[in-house]
């Protein structure tokens, strides 16, 4: 019986990091490689546009300027690791880094000393105080089920998710 339980045990610890190492969403792009390019305009609480039309493999260059009076994120991910993603961010807000309109730079590099995850260096995100532009390439092979979303607390909530249809 006993045996049984560690077996069944060690199942399910494998399947969580096996879930962990495979997030298929994709992955960074090269400057050269890029197919095309999507302006998106980050407004309060939404994405313009709301929605992507991706095909497998394709490479992307995503133009992103924040137009709203709130910091945005422009995150590319899923579903699971959005949930993940925003305790750090909600972190960051309690540790006073990022605040609703602008982001504390020099306290989130000291912070980010201590904890990594308040540099908040990812590199399928871009996160952006009000008229800021960034720019991200990303290469959709073996991506599925993507959202992209900020996570920015309560932005989330209120549905600031682009829909990614990817065929
Ligand atoms: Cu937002």
Redesign the pocket.
Known sequence: MRTINIIILSLFIHSFSYADKNMKIGHIGKPEDVDRTIVVKMYD?YYEPKSFNIKKGETIKFEVENVGE?V??FNIANAMMHKKHQPEMLKMVENEILLADSIDKEKMKKMAKMDKSMGHSHSNSVLLIPSEKGSIIWKFDNAVNIEIA?N?PG?YDVG?IAKVNLD
């Open positions: 609480n709130l945005h994120e900020c920015v932005h600031m």
